[in-house]
């Protein structure tokens, strides 16, 4: 082999080379920073990029890695690497202790999504995003829950969780980075804080009990009144309904009675109408006769009735009175 072949094929190699060097693929939802000659260049978008070797290098950017040990620590790395990704990502914080505003000293777990919008300030305007978003989480998180009781830490995740977004979200604009969540994990007070609030919590529930069975009691009670009225009030309305039956019934006796008495009247006038008698009398007559039937007919034995001095005046009219209802018979 000639010493020209082989300049070729060193070249031919170099050319390879810097082909190789010069062609980056970015994949999808990537991107990748440039900088020639140290100073910031382009930004490399999804697809096939041609760059110049030597000349052009890509920026690192350093990421975190979280990952669980079996004994349940989690061990979190940080890792160079060319290519920035720009999908959401989400970070698992390490539980740190936190003082509420009654000085509670309380452990809480964080969750943040978040997700890098401008690779380029991600590079440019921080050293290293992800620590740097952390102690921001960390930080902005014991602000937000000091200002808060312990009760409404446990009871407001969705206020500290929104309030924890805007805040970090306005921070880390600067850096090219959009906040899109923030959760609350476990929030985990002191041993003797939770079974005091265990404590609590039956004797809210003994409480709500009583009160439930008081209520329950009392309206027992009121339906019980009520039914014992609302049953008085319909005694009290059958027996004046019977009354006034009972009344009306009685009256409309007492009228059949006088109108058969009067139709009696009627025909005894009509009857004794042509024979020179008084009408009243004979009524009065006959009143005497039954009246006089009825004392001697009760009982049995010797009895001595006495009559009035007037009754024997009427009794002697009464023969008149048959001759009377002879003639009216013979006409």
């Not at 810097?18 to 100073?39: D, F, H, T």
Request: proline share 3%.
């Amino acid at each position: 082999m000639t010493p020209g072949t082989i300049i070729l094929i060193l070249l031919a190699l170099l050319v390879v080379f810097i082909v190789a060097k010069g062609l980056r693929i970015v994949q999808q939802s990537e991107a990748m920073v440039i900088e020639r000659l140290g100073k910031y260049h382009k930004t490399l978008l999804p697809g096939i990029n041609v760059i110049i070797p030597i000349v052009d290098k890509p920026r690192e950017i350093i990421f975190r890695f979280s990952r669980e040990m079996p004994d349940g620590n989690k061990y979190v790395q940080f890792v160079k690497k060319e290519r920035i990704d720009l999908r959401e990502t989400v970070y698992d914080f390490p539980k740190q202790n936190v003082i509420t505003k009654d000085n509670v000293m309380t452990e809480i777990n964080a969750l943040l999504y978040f997700q890098v919008v401008d690779a380029v300030k991600a590079i440019y305007e921080i050293e290293n995003l992800p620590m740097a978003i952390e102690k921001l989480t960390q930080t902005t998180l014991r602000n937000v829950i000091g200002e808060l009781d312990l009760d409404e830490c446990l009871t407001s995740r969705d206020t500290i969780n929104a309030k924890l977004r805007t805040i970090l979200d306005e921070a880390s604009n600067k850096w090219g980075v959009k906040v899109n969540r923030v959760e609350l994990q476990d929030i985990n007070p002191p041993r003797d804080i939770r079974e005091a609030m265990e404590k609590q919590m039956r004797a809210e529930r003994d409480r709500r009990a009583q009160i439930i069975d008081a209520e329950g009691s009392k309206r027992a009670a009121i339906l019980n009144a009520e039914g014992v009225r609302d049953a008085a009030i319909h005694q009290a309305e059958g027996q004046k309904q019977a009354q006034i039956l009972e009344a009306e019934g009685d009256a409309q006796a007492r009228i059949r009675r006088a109108q058969g008495e009067a139709e009696a009247i009627r025909l005894v006038t009509e009857a004794i109408q042509g024979a020179k008698a008084d009408p009243a009398n004979y009524l009065i007559a006959m009143k005497y006769l039954e009246t006089l039937e009825n004392m001697v007919g009760q009982g049995s034995g010797d009895r001595t009735v006495f009559l009035p001095y007037e009754a024997s005046g009427v009794l002697s009219s009464l023969g008149g009175i048959k001759e009377m209802l002879t003639t009216a018979q013979g006409r």
